[in-house]
């Protein structure tokens, strides 16, 4: 797998979490520094989102990193540059 791009983590989200709060979109250079927060994901969402790509990517993520990612642009970092564990799709 390549990187993922916002366009992946939004969908994510919405699959697994829910739609972001209304008049909200993770799309655009604007979303990638908005909190977490005020798309309405909390720290359970994005634990749970986090779960999903490390099950289906076999991407490693720490909790305690992923909760200190606020904002997409931070969360895609992170995950850019997470060991690979294999994907076990």
Do not use: C, H, K, W
């Not at 798309?39 to 305690?64: H, K």
């Amino acid at each position: 797998m390549t990187d993922m791009n916002l366009s992946e983590l939004g969908a994510l989200l919405l699959e697994r979490v829910g739609a972001p709060e209304e008049g909200m979109s993770l799309e655009g250079e604007e979303a990638l520094d908005t909190p977490f927060l005020e798309f309405g994901y909390d720290s359970l969402a994005l634990l749970q989102a986090t779960s999903v790509i490390n099950r289906t990517y076999g991407i490693v993520l720490d909790d305690d990193a992923v909760m200190e990612a606020e904002t997409p642009r931070m969360l895609l970092a992170l995950i850019a540059t997470a060991p690979r564990a294999g994907a076990i799709r």
